[in-house]
């Protein structure tokens, strides 16, 4: 019934299998990848036949992770999994990326490829193993791939490069010193396609020493995809790429010298319109036929491409007129808003984001259900890239797969410099709007970021810039690397690739192909030209603000204490009645975890004051020998009964009260009435003793006759 082939090789500490034949047969393709307890079926499906007229390859990547596979029910009222996780979307985008390229030029079907985590074994993150189940059962599947590709995942650990490590080991990274990197590295037996990380100011030579170690390790796993090919892959489909040769030549022939003209205006709306009329033009000159072929777009992007590549690599000249590693005009302004916590406008040629600082509470952190587990984080980045930023109309809604991941990438880049929470208790949200855009709006966001909270009064460890890099490379080898890419020199290039970082090291490093890889050689120029992008960023960015700012008027001031864990319950209380009391009676927030640190904030210091004196008066013990201030709650024939430290009571014996006899303690006291004590120590049961007569009770001071008599004995 079943023809079952199944491949295993051991992979660092864990054994990698993939297999095929036995689930979802009637998908062109369906491999499940198992790396020690983790599995990601991965399913592959394409139409046999492209929708007349469609100019674009529909490749759709979905990445899912069911509860179940970690023996977990989902959060929430409908208790099932419903729209995609942040970690889903990424994800997808992860597989993606390195995949897209690799389908032959002009198959234009629509592929769909699923990726399902079936079990996950809380060690064996199954986002790597989600992208070498998705490469296997594209290439065993027919369709056009000039695969097969493998990811792996490296940390960095004492100079040493680890692979894999474990989600605990990369889990809260930042709170973590002995791990220094994150990063993902997808790419083929020749090349590498994609990089993604996460890293705590690492050099250049020590990133890409990471990536170089990383595409040495997926080497064993492209040939395990290869060896399951060679005994399960269907037969390939048969697709001929179009040749639209004589329709390019007529194109150039007519368009050209418009285009070359249109590509050479450096305002960007202005050349936009420039480069749509020289496309109508060629269109008006076309014949019926040739308007009704499939292949025109193509080849009117093809001359846009020309036109645009062979000018940088053969003239060394962008369209903007710049030098290949020339930024663009930078200005940065700080407290651009009144009333928020810190504000920025970051403005690089015609890219441009408005980014604000939000502080919060113990309360804001945000809490996220994952297949590992329920963690929570103080840092919140989101981005937002409405229509109008590039002069267009279109639908707003939620935030696609876009936003996410370019939130993430300015994420990634900014965490490494936040400081700890114990000592800098705030939850901190930063959301960039992106209000114009040409060029890379991500790296806008790690800069207007980084500002933005050094306003807002958040001690960075450093400032934090970043620059996206360009690719232009040719059939014979010559290439050109661009620093400071423009939109168009993204959408017709060979690479995008941003690094952001400070002064000392590199925070982030993202990187797409949209070739079949770049050598060692042009990544470490990229690398070595982004730096000094960066430096020159910085350099921009330090005209603005170069330390952080005073803190805002309107943002909570947070106070934190700590308490001895024995004492939790005591500042509960029972059905947490004296935190509410608390809570109440000073007007300020109070957040409490289970490792007895306790977080008060509020905008009003005395508020926090007062809660944090009868937090104190819950938890501290009084000291012998000290004074304080409290209230007759009760008086009996022996004396009286004082409130004085908290909930504490303790007695003033009749003789204690002055230095004189008494017939009764009511004769100078009454209930309510508030007085200085002296605390002289506990009796054999632990009663308190307590005594007035040493006090002045005006001013609380002890009594110097009193202090001399002490020191005598």
């Keep these: ?64 992770e069911k509860y179940y596979a970690a023996g977990k029910v989902p959060g929430g009222f409908f ?52 992208m070498i189940a998705a490469s296997a059962a594209l290439t065993i599947s027919g369709v056009p791939f000039m695969g097969p590709i493998a990811g792996c995942r490296v940390g960095y650990t004492d100079g040493e490069y680890v692979l894999n490590p474990t ?11 002995d791990q220094r990197l994150d990063l993902v590295v997808a790419g083929t037996k020749d090349a590498v396609m994609m990089v993604e990380s996460e890293a705590y100011e690492l050099t250049e030579d020590e990133m890409l020493g990471a990536v170089t170690f990383a595409h040495a390790q997926i080497q064993p796993v492209i040939d395990l995809i290869i060896d399951l090919a060679e005994a399960a892959a269907k037969e390939p489909f048969d697709f001929q ?40 033009e060629i269109k008006a000159q076309l014949t019926e036929e040739q308007l009704e072929d499939a292949n025109l777009g193509s080849a009117i992007k093809k001359l846009e491409s020309v036109v645009l590549r062979s000018d940088v690599v053969k003239n060394k000249r962008r369209i903007d007129g710049r030098a290949l590693d020339q930024v663009r005009p930078i200005v940065s ?21 408005l980014v604000v600082t939000t502080l919060g509470t113990g309360d804001d952190e945000q809490i996220i259900d994952a297949l590992h587990g329920n963690f929570r984080s103080n840092f919140l980045l989101h981005y937002n890239f409405p229509p109008y930023s590039v002069g267009e109309v279109g639908r707003v809604g939620s935030p696609g797969r876009r936003e996410i991941g370019h939130g993430k990438l300015a994420w990634r880049a900014l965490q490494a410099v936040l400081p700890a929470p114990t000592d800098f208790p705030y939850t901190i949200r930063v959301v960039s709007e992106i209000t114009e855009s040409n060029g890379s709006s991500s790296m806008a966001s790690v800069c207007g970021g980084s500002l933005s909270m050094m306003d807002a009064g958040v001690p960075l460890k450093a400032p934090v810039a970043g620059v996206a890099m360009g690719l232009v490379l040719e059939d014979d080898g010559e290439y050109a690397v661009l620093t400071d890419i423009l939109g168009d020199e993204d959408h017709l290039g060979d690479m995008d690739f941003k690094v952001a970082g400070t002064e000392n090291g590199i925070t982030s490093l993202q990187m797409d192909i949209k070739v079949a890889g770049i050598t060692p050689e042009i990544m470490k120029q990229a690398l070595a030209q982004a730096k000094d992008g960066r430096m020159h960023i910085l350099g921009e960015m330090a005209k603005a603000l170069t330390e952080a700012g005073e803190f805002s008027v309107h943002a909570p001031r947070i106070e934190t204490m700590q308490i001895p864990t024995d004492k939790i319950r005591e500042v509960i209380g029972s059905g947490g009645k004296v935190i509410r009391e608390i809570v109440e009676v000073s007007g300020a927030k109070v957040d409490i975890n289970d490792d007895g640190v306790i977080k008060i904030a509020s905008a009003n210091g005395e508020a926090i004051q007062k809660a944090y004196d009868m937090i104190y008066s819950i938890v501290a013990e009084p000291e012998e020998g000290s004074i304080y201030k409290g209230k007759v709650v009760k008086i009996v024939d022996f004396g009286a009964f004082v409130n004085f430290f908290g909930k504490r009571d303790g007695l003033v014996h009749v003789s204690q009260i002055e ?19 002296k605390l002289l120590g506990f009796d054999d049961r632990g009663k308190v003793r307590l005594a007035m007569k040493m006090v002045d009770q005006e001013t609380g001071e002890e009594l110097a006759a009193d202090k001399k008599e002490e020191t005598a004995e």
């Design 659 to 677: 230095n004189r006899r008494l017939n009764h303690p009511s004769d100078v006291l009454k209930e309510g009435q508030e007085v200085y004590v």
């Design 167 to 177: 989600v605990d080991d990369m889990q809260g990274l930042r709170n973590n010193p």
């Design 241 to 280: 790429a179009p040749d639209y040769s004589e329709l390019f030549e007529v194109v150039k022939g007519l368009g050209e010298a418009k285009m070359k003209a249109a590509y050479a205006i450096t305002d960007k709306q202005a050349r936009v319109a420039a480069v749509s009329a020289a496309k109508e």
């Design 333 to 353: 302004e700080t407290s651009v808003l009144p009333r928020t916590h810190g504000s920025s406008l970051f403005t690089r040629g015609e890219t441009q984001a």
């Design 1 to 64: 019934m079943f023809n079952v082939t199944t491949k295993s090789m051991q992979w660092g500490e864990e054994t990698l299998t993939l297999e095929t034949g036995k689930v979802a047969r009637q998908a062109d393709g369906t491999v499940i990848a198992t790396l020690g307890e983790t599995s990601v079926m991965a399913n592959v499906t394409f139409a046999k036949e492209p929708k007349p007229g469609q100019d674009f390859f529909p490749l759709t990547v979905h990445y899912q």
């Design 79 to 130: 208790k099932r999994e419903a729209r995609p996780t942040e970690k889903e979307t990424l994800t997808a985008r992860l597989i993606d990326r390195p995949i897209r390229p690799l389908f032959v030029p002009g198959f234009k079907h629509e592929v769909l490829v699923m990726c399902t985590v079936l079990s996950h074994d809380l060690v064996n993150d199954p986002d790597v193993v989600a």
